[in-house]
């Protein structure tokens, strides 16, 4: 199966203020295309459960936290902020 995924327009944002603050933002980019990626195909096996229907979920320099609709295939991605080591 694969899933609609979209991004919440603060989600996007909050992605561009971690690349714009990176030493290297062409990492922020790839781990938004691998999280963008594996959200379509594989959404229930990243990260980690929270409340039902809601993950969270750290690639590399970014996290995000993101919520499955079953039903209609589609995941949304609701925040998105620097994933610390």
Same mark, same amino acid.
């Not at 990492?27 to 379509?40: G, K, N, T, Y």
């Not at 499955?68 to 902020?81: K, M, S, W």
């Given at each position: ?37 594996? %959200? +379509? ?5 990243? *990260?980690? #459960? !929270? ?21 209609? %295939? +589609? ?5 998105? *902020?620097? #994933? !610390?080591?």
């Amino acid at each position: 199966m694969t899933y609609t995924v979209s991004w919440r327009q603060s989600a996007i944002q909050e992605a561009a203020a971690v690349e714009a603050a990176a030493d290297d933002p062409a990492r922020v980019r790839e781990a938004a295309a691998r999280i963008d990626f594996m %959200l +379509r195909r594989y959404p229930r096996d990243m *990260g980690e #459960s !929270r409340e039902p229907g809601f993950r969270i979920w750290y690639e590399d320099v970014l996290g995000v936290y993101y919520r499955i609709d079953e039903t209609n %295939l +589609r995941v949304e991605v609701l925040y998105a *902020g620097p #994933s !610390r080591r």
